[in-house]
Nanobody, 121 residues
Framework: QVQLVESGGGSVQAGGSLRLACEAS?????WAWFRQAPGQEREGVAG????????FYDEPVKGRFTVFQDNAKTTLYLQMNSLKPEDTAMYYC?????????????????WGQGTQVTVSS
């Protein structure tokens, strides 16, 4: 059983930056960040294999967000720069012990509790 604990959310003005962290216990094959705004579906934002071989970014965040992990492969980070009001959402860390889509929540079998990111204009 893998446990995921997120931290680092908060409120920031447009153009600002935040860094999210997700600490994991147990084996992970790949992990990712999802976000869900009120009334919206949960969407994949960025992710990577635990061996670092593949990195995924959803189109709206390319060039602004960076996903990376620590050398011990126990913490996944999401560096978010040039934040926009439309980035406001609950952000979730997700992990999977197998391969699959980067954008479908059903393809991840472990989830954190979520951390709120609010970007004001």
């Amino acid at each position: 059983q893998v446990q995921l604990v997120e931290s680092g959310g908060g409120s920031v003005q447009a153009g600002g930056s935040l860094r999210l962290a997700c600490e994991a216990s147990g084996y992970i094959y790949r992990w990712a960040w999802f976000r869900q705004a009120p009334g919206q579906e949960r969407e994949g934002v960025a992710g990577m294999l635990s061996n670092g071989a593949t990195i995924f970014y959803d189109e709206p965040v390319k060039g602004r967000f960076t996903v990376f992990q620590d050398n011990a492969k126990t913490t996944l980070y999401l560096q978010m720069n040039s934040l926009k009001p439309e980035d406001t959402a609950m952000y979730y860390c997700a992990a999977s012990s197998y391969g699959g889509s980067w954008t479908r929540p059903v393809d991840f079998n472990y989830w954190g509790q979520g951390t709120q990111v609010t970007v004001s204009s």
